[in-house]
C-alpha cells in the first residue's frame, strides 16, 4: 500500500517562500511520475506541477511557472515542491500523488495515490 506523508506546509507572508516535501513509501518510488495538486475552499482540486521518474522532465501549470520548482531524491524517496514569490492566491491545501507510471502528467486521472495535504496560507 503506497504512503505518501507531505510536510512542510505554513503561514508566509506574501513574497515569501516555502518547500513542501513528500515521503513515498509501499511502491518503487524510482518507477513513477509524482506530482503536487492543490485545492483551495470551495475550489476544485487542481494541477500545480509534476516530474517524471528520472527527474528528466518537469510540468508546471500557468499560475506556478516561474516560482514553482518540482524537484525529486530517487534515494531519499521523497519530492519536493520549492515555492517563491507566493502570492494570496497560492493559499490552498498541496497534495501530493503518485502516477500510475514513469512518465509525466498534468491530469489527476494518471494519478492513483494521494497524500493527506499540507496547508499553505500566504497572507497579503
Known amino acids: 500500500q503506497v504512503q505518501l506523508v507531505e510536510s512542510g506546509g505554513g503561514l508566509v507572508q506574501t513574497g515569501g517562500s516555502l518547500r513542501l516535501s513528500c515521503a513515498a513509501s509501499?511502491?518503487?518510488?524510482?518507477?513513477?511520475?509524482m506530482g503536487w495538486f492543490r485545492q483551495a475552499p470551495g475550489k476544485e482540486r487542481e494541477f500545480v506541477a509534476s516530474i517524471t521518474w528520472s527527474g528528466g522532465r518537469t510540468w508546471y501549470s500557468g499560475s506556478v511557472k516561474g516560482r514553482f520548482t518540482i524537484a525529486r531524491d530517487n534515494a531519499k524517496n521523497t519530492v519536493f515542491l520549492h515555492m517563491s514569490s507566493l502570492k494570496p492566491e497560492d493559499t490552498a491545501s498541496y497534495f501530493c500523488?503518485?502516477?500510475?507510471?514513469?512518465?509525466?502528467?498534468?491530469?489527476?486521472?494518471?494519478?492513483?495515490?494521494w497524500g493527506q495535504g499540507t496547508q499553505v496560507t500566504v497572507s497579503s
Open positions: 509501499g511502491r518503487t518510488f524510482s518507477n513513477y511520475t
Open positions: 500523488a503518485m502516477g500510475v507510471g514513469p512518465y509525466g502528467s498534468t491530469w489527476s486521472g494518471d494519478f492513483d495515490s
